[in-house]
Structure formats: C-alpha cells, structure tokens
C-alpha cells in the first residue's frame, strides 16, 4: 500500500474551520483517498474517501490536489466532539478493500 | 440500529489461558475484520473472512485464530495469550456490493493480561 504522511498533531479553536492535509506522493491512478477518525476510547468511524474529485458530505469535505499527491480533509467548524485521531488512508482501488493504518493527526480541539 | 457489537468491552486473562473476542454485526455485511490496537498506536489488521474464506496477514502470529460461523458471528480465538497481546481489539464489517468498502467499527475489546 503507498504510504502517507500526516503531521502527529494539530490543535484548533471551538467553531472554526480546522484543515488536516496528508501527502501521498507515491499514489497510483487507482488508489482512492479514504479517511477515518477515531474518538478516544472508540472504534475507527468513516469519515469520507475520494478518488479524484473534491468531495462533501454531512461530516466534512475532501479537497484533492489536481496530481493527487496530497489532499485535505476540511471540518468546516470544529467543536469538542470533533477532537480525536485523524487518518488519511489510500487503499488500491483495483481489487483490495483492506485498509491499513498510519500514524494519523491528533487533533485537539479548544474551546 | 444496524451496528457492530463486541463482547465483552473489558476481558482480563492470564498469561497463557485461552481467550475467545466476540464480534457479532446487524448489517449483513460480507465481510468482518480483525484488528489489534496497541497503546498510542494505529490499528493493525490481523486477518479477515470475505464471506467464509478467511484472509491472513502475513505477519500475524499462529497464536491468533479466527472462526465465522455464519454471517453474523465472528470470533477471535487467542490460544496462549502473551503480555505482549494485551491491547484493544476491533471488529469491522465491510459491505463489499456497495463497492465503496468503507468499514464499520466496533468499539472494541480491551484485552489485559496479568
């Protein structure tokens, strides 16, 4: 699986926009751009995945740079529930539906 | 609601006494995963079934075993638990027709071994 690189952590304000990026430098044409939170002392929850296009949803956005090699998960305002670890994850789109998991971004949210 | 149980939440054995984890989904999906959780690190995936096939990882231990009786049920057998296996373990589902593959978590099983 081609690897990512988030930063470890990130802190925002309650009600303000909050942007996580992720480089994937080593991405294929077929690799699509999943990305999952944990909350502390939870399962992984599925936040939202895109191939090529910016994508939206009730949770957030993805904003997908045009060579693809980096991306960005918006959270358009922030609140405390919000806080929890972020992964950005890329799963090869041709026969594997495994994900493997990085390090992922803390994201601490303040009020 | 459709959802992924785990029991127990909290599971205590001793070093070498084998442990059964408890994975049971209402959302018919095809497939279930296993994934091992160690303290401030990424989920790991174990292994996983696509309907009855069963799926290793290459680097899982022999100590980790998995049964699916049916579609609902799937369990994580540990045959002689080390230190070292104390973590939190999830249980996924995954509905592959949807071919979105987005998975569904658990809220996992704290597994301590004294």
């Not at chain 1, 690897?3 to 994937?24: A, G, R």
Request: one cysteine or more; glycine letters at 6%; charged letters at 20%.
């Amino acid at each position: 699986d081609a690897k990512t690189t988030q930063p470890n952590s990130m802190e925002s304000n309650e009600e303000e926009p909050v942007h996580l990026p992720c480089n994937h430098s080593t991405i294929s044409g077929t690799d699509y751009i999943h990305w999952y939170r944990q909350l502390p002392s939870q399962g992984p929850e599925y936040v939202i995945h895109g191939l090529t296009s910016n994508v939206n949803n009730r949770m957030a956005s993805l904003a997908i740079a045009e060579d693809r090699k980096s991306s960005t998960l918006i959270l358009h305002r922030a609140t405390l529930r919000d806080a929890a670890v972020y992964y950005c994850i890329l799963r090869d789109g041709g026969s594997n539906y495994k994900l493997t998991f990085g390090k992922g971004t803390l994201l601490t949210v303040n009020p | 609601d459709a959802m992924v149980i785990q029991n127990p939440r909290y599971q205590v054995t001793q070093f070498g006494k084998p442990v059964t984890l408890s994975c049971s989904q209402t959302l018919n999906h095809n497939v279930m995963y296993w994934y091992q959780q160690k303290s401030s690190q990424a989920p790991k995936l174990l292994f996983h079934y696509y309907d009855k096939d069963f799926n290793n990882e290459a680097d899982t231990p022999d100590n980790f075993q998995s049964r699916r009786p049916n579609t609902s049920f799937c369990f994580l057998d540990i045959r002689s638990p080390g230190l070292g296996d104390a973590a939190m373990y999830l249980c996924a589902t995954s509905p592959i027709f949807r071919r979105t593959y987005e998975q569904y978590f658990g809220p996992g099983t704290r597994l301590t071994v004294t």
